[in-house]
């Protein structure tokens, strides 16, 4: 507070300033006054134009929209001559009432541009540019989902640029789900529900990233569930992502499963070799763009994308290291230095799961018991999960096919040969199958 009131004593007495404040508060109320003047931290008073500090775009806009004139009107009878009111998004400590997008200078980096399209990415980009266009909203929600670290928090933040940038005058606000179940309580213990629910309802877009936060946390979910409602019915824009497909988010009311796939799901797949070295050349010559005496010996990139298979945010990290590193040393980035410098992100790249880990979770994942994944049965509801762990034990762990069927309950190496082929063979005529093994590696990478 005190700190709030010193920097308001630029050309403007403290007095002055107090006396506005107070002012405001009598003909707003306190709820408003609260949530909307408090956070205004006053800047200057030149040429007739005041500027506040504010601590989030989306406050900027909403007082300016729906206060600009009382706080004038206030200003002026306390013997300023201001004409207008003008906001500065990056110059508060405060915490901020709900978190909007940063302007684009702050998050320059998550843009449509530098986005790298690939086989695994590609519908979601093109989902995401849909949405960013702005016409008339097509699909409500768009839902986006996918592992760690596969550009959804990205792609979030590339549409609201663009949007900004089309068409600024709509109020855009991205929020995690936890800032939102923070917010949320908050709002509950401070007595100001009606100002969340008014912030939030008031919005032209609303972005909610990784809702699998909200799993199992039942008022945060009754109130996002009213909020998604009211801006569905008012043919608002919502976009949420998560970490898994929307009917596959444990603990999460069914009604709003169904709403959430009402609108358009796309997901984010895992990296594949192309993608992942398309992104290193990208960040690549970015980076050459600020430094251009950095060189890569051939080859280096090429290694990483096939050795680095986790996510995007890893990958990004090795490289940044490799500079970091040799702009240190003033060395070309060679396969030896990258080997030498990585080995420890290598080497968590290695990690394989076990065998026993992939029983368990294929036997969870189709709910059988798992000593009816290694006995005997022959049934098809064991034999065709029991097939599907084999293969993952083919693809993801280095054991030997024997090994492999002394694990499944002593069985022959040739049983294993049989269901791993089984597998390859329906992978591309069975769709669900096919779904079933991307779900399952993903729940495996982990
Ligand atoms: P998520 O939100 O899915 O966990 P992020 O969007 O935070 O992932 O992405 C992690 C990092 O990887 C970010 O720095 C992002 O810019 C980068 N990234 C992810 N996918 C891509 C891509 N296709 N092209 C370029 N950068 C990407
Ligand atoms: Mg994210």
């Known amino acids: 507070m005190k700190s709030e009131e010193e920097q308001a004593q630029v050309g403007m007495t403290k007095d002055q300033w107090g006396v506005v404040r107070n ?6 109320g306190t709820s408003h006054y609260t949530s909307w003047i408090e956070p205004l931290v006053f800047q200057d008073l030149k040429d007739g134009v005041c500027t506040f500090g504010v601590p989030t775009t989306f406050i900027g806009n909403y007082v300016s929209q729906n206060f600009a004139d009382q706080i004038i009107y206030q200003l002026n009878r306390s013997g300023e001559s201001v004409k207008r009111l003008a906001f500065d998004v990056a110059n508060v400590a405060t915490a901020p009432t709900a978190s909007a997008v940063p302007p684009p200078a702050l998050e320059e980096r998550f843009t449509f541009d530098r986005f790298v399209v690939g086989k695994p990415n590609e519908l979601a980009y093109a989902a995401a540019k849909r949405v960013a266009e702005g016409g008339p909203v097509s699909f409500n929600p768009l839902f986006l989902y996918g592992g ?3 550009g959804k928090t990205h792609l979030m933040h590339a549409i609201a640029h663009e949007l900004r940038q089309r068409q600024p005058e709509l109020n855009v606000l991205y929020i995690s789900a936890e800032k939102f179940m923070y917010e949320f309580v908050r709002a509950i213990r401070d007595n100001t529900m009606m100002d ?13 990233d990784d809702v699998q936060f909200i799993a199992g946390k039942s008022s945060t979910q009754e109130e996002f569930f009213h909020t998604f409602n009211s801006l569905i019915d008012d043919q608002k824009q919502i976009i949420i992502s998560g970490d898994r497909a929307p009917g596959e988010i444990k603990d999460l009311e069914d009604r709003i499963k169904s709403r959430l796939q009402c609108g358009l799901v796309v997901d984010l797949h895992p990296t594949d070799y192309e993608l992942r070295l398309g992104i290193l050349q990208s960040k690549l010559t970015s980076h050459q763009n600020t430094d251009p005496d950095v060189v890569v010996a051939d080859g280096v990139l090429e290694f990483l994308a096939h050795r680095i298979s986790t ?20 060395r070309e980035i060679t396969l030896e230095l990258a080997q030498d410098c990585l080995a420890d992100i290598l080497r968590i790249s290695e990690r394989k799961v076990t065998v026993e880990e992939i029983q368990r979770k294929v036997s969870e994942y189709y709910s059988i018991r798992l000593s009816d994944m290694i006995g005997p049965k022959r049934k098809r509801d064991y034999a065709r999960p029991r097939q599907v762990a084999m293969w993952f034990c083919k693809q993801m762990t280095s054991r030997s096919l024997p090994e492999i069927g002394r694990r499944f309950g002593g069985r022959d190496h040739t049983t294993v040969i049989h269901g791993v082929r089984r597998i390859e063979d329906l992978r591309i005529k069975d769709s669900q199958l096919s ?5 399952l590696r993903r729940q495996l990478e982990e």
Do not use: W
Not at 23 to 28: H, I, N, P, Q, V
Not at 196 to 208: E, P, Q
Not at 435 to 439: A, F, K, P, Q, R
């Open 23 to 28: 002012e405001l508060k009598k003909t707003l």
């Open 311 to 330: 996510n995007v945010r890893v990958l990004e990290g090795a490289l940044t290291r490799l500079f970091a590193f040799s702009s240190l040393v003033g």
């Open 148 to 150: 760690v670290g596969l």
């Open 435 to 439: 779904d079933d093994l991307e779900n």
């Open 196 to 208: 969340f629910k008014h912030l939030f309802r008031s919005v032209d877009v609303l972005m909610v």
